[in-house]
């Protein structure tokens, strides 16, 4: 076959955005707009209903399809309730992006020193999120005939220096261990590793004169900040059929911050 543009078409395609009602900007956000541009019709779906809400009007104004949900990933039966609004809404899910996370609301603690609670918080939000997620889309897009599963996952997982780290590293793994477990269903499952991402919750966390970005500054081959809307190339190339050979990856999108050992 020929390769085509029209490859990175997401037309008559559902797409699943989690964490995509951030207040303000938020990559979540730029993700859901990216896809609706696409031609996908978007479920926006956040634990922040006004924000989820004013996503998907920004869809609708702009002549795209979405509908808003409110949902909390950790909890397995809200996530079920995520899932069958998608399947009234639109029918079912092609595509689902794993974005929800906390991250700028995490204070940096040390391992040794965290509370269980909090430990367990972090990865209840930040990988068994995920995995409620696969788990009550994935029935949809075997009747569908396959899918595609993006993993938010960062720069801070290469190496892993936090508990949110570890948390982010936690979902490279459940990428590569679905990759080959949903391959031959026709489902691919990848990750993207967004560098230091001005978000307003980026921002918040890491402001011009923090440590961190002039560790940065001293490290990354090119700008050391991205855009959101700088992340939406990898997205679409991993949720379209341009992408479907790849499988079980984890794209890098941070100005060379991460580089191969
Ligand atoms: N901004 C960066 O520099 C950066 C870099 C690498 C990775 N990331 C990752 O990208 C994703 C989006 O980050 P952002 O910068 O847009 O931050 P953000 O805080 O704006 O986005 C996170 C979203 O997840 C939602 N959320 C949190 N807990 C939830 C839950 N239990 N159920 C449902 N939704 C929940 C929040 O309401 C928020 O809208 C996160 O996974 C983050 O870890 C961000």
Known sequence: MTFSLDQFRLDNKVALVTGAGGRGNSIGRAYALGLAAAGASVVVADLNQPGAAAVADEIRAAGGNAVSVVVDIADPA???AMAATAATAFGGVDILVNNAGLMAELKSEQAVDVSLE???RIM??????????????????????????????SGGAF???????ISKLALVGLT????????????NVNAIAPGNTTSDAGK?????????????????AMRVRGAPDELVGALLLLCSTAGDWITGQVIHVDGGWVLRP
Do not use: H
Request: some cysteine.
């Open 118 to 120: 909090e430990w367990n």
């Open 159 to 165: 190496p892993a220096i936090s508990i949110y780290g």
């Open 124 to 153: 209840n939000v930040n990988v068994t999120g995920a995995l409620n997620c696969v788990q009550a889309v994935v029935p949809m897009m075997r009747q569908r005939g396959g899918g595609k599963i993006i993993n938010q996952t």
């Open 176 to 187: 590569t261990t679905l990759a080959r477990q949903l391959g031959r269903e026709n489902i």
């Open 78 to 80: 809200s996530v079920r």
């Open 204 to 220: 918040q966390l890491t402001p011009d004169d923090s440590p961190f970005i002039q560790f940065l500054q001293a490290n990354v």
